[in-house]
């Protein structure tokens, strides 16, 4: 493969164009020939970490602190003539070259590095083996704050499960943030992606099946899983990578197919799952339906109480369509949402609600307004009060019917 082709529907995370300090160092091509980055992300100690009582703190907060004071920007201040007026233009020979043009005088750049306090983000190929680069990346060996994480960066729509996202950083701090909430539980996450949240999780909880498709996707997942291993172990929590499709009502126990499940693991799955979680996962109709089936599938056969937490990005777009700006993505799992709470069954029962993001930031990025994070409370009904159903599961009649 002798370069990268972007295509006009290639996306790319905000984690991966504005997180500073990241070190990516590309280290190899997947199966399918897409270039495989290493990123190392810190969280950060209690007392690095960003009071958040303010959404839209965070990064922004940590940029201010390396932006030029006031006496240092007098250059950029427009010089008053003696009248008062912008620029002093009667007492102010303007400039001209040899041919009689305006000559602008730009003044002296700095050295980006000096300027922002960031250091420049230049992936490397590893084409070989290089003893410098991996004595370097021993020095994280042992850091019990550093979280390995390899990704593709700039993919299809089709591959956003690849990259790193918003959501999985506001789930991550929340669970950083609660860790009383989680601690010794059995946890699901449906489309971990690269893993990242449950990779945290795994750190307070006791079991975490950590789901999503695809082989390579979830060879990925397995591998920064195992890269992980020394903020995983430490805390006694352990994460098993499976497949899990949510456009397919059962699932996978086929022991020939990798990452599929033993009868044992889906007995402990629906016997004591009492934390589900998913980040930044509906950016598609077809697949927040999906997504919604699932979660009513899985719940209506728990015996138990079960809560879950689901994060996003609310984005804006702009539609030819609408000729204005709108939000589909967001308005299609708005919907479902409170379709799930309106359900009447005699199964479950459903209670919605959006927490504040208040909660303490442990990972440096930018926590914008637009991030939310959604509980939604499980409740088994008695059988008794088993009743003709008057709502169907979300976009599922037939399912739910039977």
Partial sequence: MNQITFH?????????????????????LNSVGQPVFLSKFRILSDSEKHDNSEPGKGLKETEQNNEPREDGDKDTQVTQGKDGEEGGA????????????????????????EE????????????????????????????????????TMATTLEDVGKQVWLGAFLLADFILSKPHMFRGATVLELGAGTGL???????????????????????????NVT????????????????????????????????????????????????IIIAADVCYDEDLTDGLFRTLY?????????????ISLEKRMNFTL?????????????????????????GRCS??????????????????IEQLELWKVSVTPLPLHASTVNTAAAPEDTEQSSS
């Fill in 321 to 345: 369509r609408h000729m204005d700006v709108s939000c589909d993505a967001y308005n299609h799992f708005s919907h479902c949402l409170f379709q799930l709470e309106d359900m009447v069954d």
């Fill in 116 to 151: 922002s306090g960031r250091d420049l983000v230049c992936p490397i190929i590893l084409k070989q083996s290089n003893s410098a680069l991996e004595e370097e990346d021993d020095e994280y060996t042992d850091d019990k704050d550093i979280i390995k994480i390899e990704h």
């Fill in 227 to 274: 890269l992980n291993q020394h903020i995983i172990e430490p805390a006694g929590g352990e994460v098993r990578v499976r497949q899990l499709d949510w456009l397919q009502y059962d699932l996978c126990t086929d022991a020939d197919v990798e990452f599929s499940w033993t009868e044992k693991e889906v007995a402990d799955l629906y016997d004591n799952t009492k």
């Fill in 350 to 367: 459903f209670r919605v609600e959006q927490l504040p993001s208040d909660f303490a930031q442990f990972l440096l990025y930018e926590r």
């Fill in 197 to 223: 949240t449950s990779i945290v999780m795994a750190t307070v909880a006791k079991t975490l099946y950590c789901t999503d498709v695809g082989e390579d996707l979830l060879s990925m997942c397995k591998k």
């Fill in 8 to 28: 006009h529907d290639t996306v790319l995370s905000d984690v991966h164009m504005l997180l500073p300090n990241a070190r990516r160092l590309m280290t190899r």
């Fill in 297 to 309: 599938r899985l719940c209506s056969n728990f015996r138990h109480t079960c809560t879950i937490f």
């Fill in 90 to 113: 009667g007492n102010v020979e303007p400039f001209l070259d040899v041919d009689g043009d305006l000559d602008i005088k730009h003044r002296q750049r700095k050295n980006p590095n």
